[in-house]
C-alpha cells in the first residue's frame, strides 16, 4: 500500500533507491553495471506501461457518478436497481470516440460511446450504448469490417474516405446512422451536451416473470450543442483533448452534468404485429407508438483519481445483466454478448473483474479460480468445485428468465428478405431537420467524400434520393453533381 506521507523511493520490492539521478557506472566516465537493478527496473516497467487500446472506442474520458430512481417502474422490471423511488446507485460512465485510436483528437465527426457501469447490489449492470440510436448494420458479421474500413488504409497507414464509403454504401441499411453521423449531431462539442442511447433492444422482466421489451434512453439535462466541421476544425487546433477538458473541468468545478432516464415499451405482442422487425438495430422504435417513460437521472461527480487505473482499464460488457434485465434475439446484440468479455480477457486478463472500477460492489461467489494477476487472495481454503455435497454456492434457478418462443428452424437466413425497407427511417429523419440542418448535412457529406470515386458517391446520392428526393438532390448538388445526370432508378448490385 502506498503511504503518501512516507517520502522514501523503493524499488517495487521495497528496497531503498539510493540514487534516482546517476546510474551506477564503471568509473567516473565508464560504461554503465549490469548491477544497477534499480535502472533495469524502471527502464523495464517502462516498456511496459502501456496495455493494447480497445480496438475502437479506444480515446475516451470517464467519471464517476449517481443514479437516482425518480419514477416507479417496477410494473416491467424486478431489477432491484428500480425498486423505489429515491433509490440511489453508484455509477461509473465512459464516454468516446469510436475509430480515433488513443491519441485522437476529442472534436472529430464520429460516433460517441457512452457506456454506463452500475454498481447494483445484484450485480454490475453494464449499459454499453452510443450517442445515436441506431447502428451501421444489423448483423454482427460485418462488425470487424466496419473497423477495418473506418480505420487506416493498410498500404497508406491514412483513413481513407474511399475505403469508408464503399464499405457503408455497399450496405443501404446504413443509411441510417449515416445521416446522423453526417448532420449536425455527428460532432457533438464534448460529452456532457449529447444524448446517450442504449440502442438495442433489451427485456425487462418483472417479478411475476413477465417480460416486455425495452430501449433505454438518456437525455442530456445540459442540451445539445454541436460543432460545425469549420468550429471542429479551430478547436483540434488548438486542443485535441476538448471533450477531455470539458468533463474534467465541469466536474472539478461542481457543474455535474446530469442526463434523465426513461425506457421505450414494447410487449409481445407488439413485437409480433409491428410491422418492421423490433429487433433491428438500424430502425428506432417510433415515440409516437412507444412514448418515453421516465425512469430516473443520473449525475456524474466525481473525475477518476488516476485516469489509467480507472479509466483505461474500465471495461464494460453488453453481457452484464441484472435479474430484471435481460437480452433480445437482436443479432448484433448476441454477438456483442461474446466480444466485450473476450476483448476485456484480451486487453486486461482473465482477472479484469478484480480491477476496482471493474469489480462488483456486491458479494461475488463462483468456481473460478486462478489466471494472470490474481491479486485477491484467489478465495483462500474455500471450495473450489461444484456440484459440491457442502451445499457451497448453489445455482440459483428462481432467476430463469421466463422462456422465448422463437419462430423456425435454423438456417442462414438474409435478413434483406426479412426487410428491405432501408431509407424511410433516414428519410423521416432527414425531413425533422430545419433547412440549416439540411444544408449542412449535404455539405458535411460532400466534404467527408471528396476524393471517393465517383460509383461511390453515386450509389450514396441513390439512396439518399430513396430516402427523400430532396436528399439526394440536395448531396448531389454540395458534390456539384447535377442529379439529372444520376439514374436515381438504376438497380445498385450489393456486393
Ligand atoms: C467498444 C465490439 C457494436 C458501443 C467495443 C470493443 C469491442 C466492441 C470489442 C472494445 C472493448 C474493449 O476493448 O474493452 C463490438 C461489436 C459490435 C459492436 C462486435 C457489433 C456486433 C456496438 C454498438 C454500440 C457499441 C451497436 C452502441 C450501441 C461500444 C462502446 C464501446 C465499445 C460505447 C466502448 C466501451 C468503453 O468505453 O470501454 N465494441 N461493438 N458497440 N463499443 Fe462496441
Not at 37 to 46: D, G, H, S, T, Y
Not at 51 to 70: C, D, L, N, Q, Y
Not at 336 to 360: C, E, K, M, Q
Amino acid at each position: 500500500m502506498t503511504n503518501a506521507n512516507n517520502k522514501k523511493l523503493t524499488t517495487a520490492a521495497g528496497a531503498p533507491v539510493v540514487s534516482n539521478t546517476n546510474s551506477m557506472s564503471a568509473g567516473k566516465r565508464g560504461p554503465l553495471l549490469l548491477q544497477d537493478v534499480w535502472l533495469l527496473e524502471k527502464l523495464a516497467n517502462f516498456n511496459r506501461e502501456v496495455i493494447p487500446e480497445r480496438r475502437m472506442h479506444a480515446k475516451g474520458s470517464g467519471a464517476f457518478g449517481t443514479f437516482t430512481v425518480t419514477h416507479d417502474i417496477t410494473q416491467y422490471t424486478k431489477a432491484r436497481i428500480f425498486s423505489e423511488k429515491g433509490k440511489k446507485t453508484d455509477m461509473f460512465a465512459r464516454f468516446s470516440t469510436v475509430a480515433g485510436e488513443r491519441g485522437a483528437a476529442d472534436a472529430e465527426r464520429d460516433i460517441r460511446g457512452f457506456a454506463l457501469k452500475f454498481y447494483t447490489e445484484e450485480g454490475n449492470w453494464d449499459l454499453v450504448g452510443n450517442n445515436t440510436p441506431v447502428f451501421f448494420f444489423r448483423d454482427a458479421m460485418h462488425f470487424p469490417d466496419l473497423n477495418h474500413a473506418v480505420k487506416r488504409d493498410p498500404r497508406t497507414n491514412m483513413r481513407s474516405a474511399n475505403n469508408n464509403w464503399d464499405f457503408w454504401t455497399n450496405l443501404p441499411e446504413a443509411l441510417h446512422q449515416v445521416t446522423y453521423v453526417m448532420g449536425d449531431r455527428g460532432i457533438p462539442t464534448d460529452y456532457r451536451h449529447m444524448h446517450g442511447f442504449g440502442s438495442h433492444t433489451y427485456s425487462m422482466i418483472n417479478a411475476t416473470n413477465q417480460r416486455v421489451y425495452v430501449k433505454f434512453h438518456f437525455t442530456s439535462k445540459q442540451g445539445i450543442k454541436n460543432f460545425t466541421d469549420q468550429q471542429a476544425a479551430d478547436v483540434v487546433a488548438n486542443d485535441r483533448e476538448s471533450s477531455q477538458r470539458d468533463l474534467y473541468e465541469a466536474i472539478e468545478k461542481g457543474e455535474f452534468p446530469k442526463w434523465s432516464v426513461s425506457i421505450q415499451v414494447m410487449t409481445d405482442e407488439q413485437a409480433e404485429s409491428l410491422r418492421y422487425n423490433p429487433f433491428d438495430l438500424t430502425k428506432v422504435w417510433y415515440k409516437s407508438d412507444f412514448p418515453l417513460i421516465p425512469v430516473g437521472e443520473f449525475e456524474l461527480n466525481r473525475n477518476p483519481a488516476n485516469y489509467f487505473a480507472e479509466v483505461e482499464q474500465a471495461s464494460f460488457a453488453p453481457s452484464n445483466v441484472v435479474p430484471g434485465i435481460s437480452f433480445s434475439p437482436d443479432r448484433m446484440l448476441q454477438a456483442r454478448l461474446f466480444s466485450y468479455a473476450d476483448a476485456a480477457r484480451y486487453r486486461l486478463g482473465v482477472n479484469n473483474t478484480l480491477i476496482p472500477v471493474n469489480a462488483p460492489k456486491c458479494p461475488v461467489h463462483n468456481f473460478h479460480r486462478d489466471g494472470a494477476m490474481r491479486t485477491d487472495g484467489n478465495l483462500g481454503s474455500t471450495m473450489h468445485y461444484e456440484p459440491n455435497s457442502y451445499g457451497q454456492w448453489q445455482e440459483q434457478p428462481s432467476y430463469k428468465d421466463p422462456a422465448l418462443a422463437i419462430d423456425g428452424p435454423v438456417d442462414i437466413y438474409d435478413f434483406r428478405e426479412d426487410d428491405d425497407n432501408y431509407f424511410e427511417q433516414p428519410g423521416k429523419l432527414f425531413n425533422i431537420m430545419s433547412p440549416e440542418e439540411k444544408q449542412r448535412l449535404f455539405e458535411n457529406t460532400a466534404r467527408n467524400m471528396d476524393g471517393v470515386e465517383f460509383f461511390i458517391k453515386e450509389r450514396h446520392i441513390i439512396h439518399c434520393y430513396k430516402a427523400d428526393t430532396a436528399y439526394g438532390t440536395g448531396v448531389a448538388k454540395a458534390m456539384g453533381i447535377d442529379i439529372n445526370d444520376i439514374n436515381v432508378n438504376k438497380e445498385i448490385q450489393y456486393r
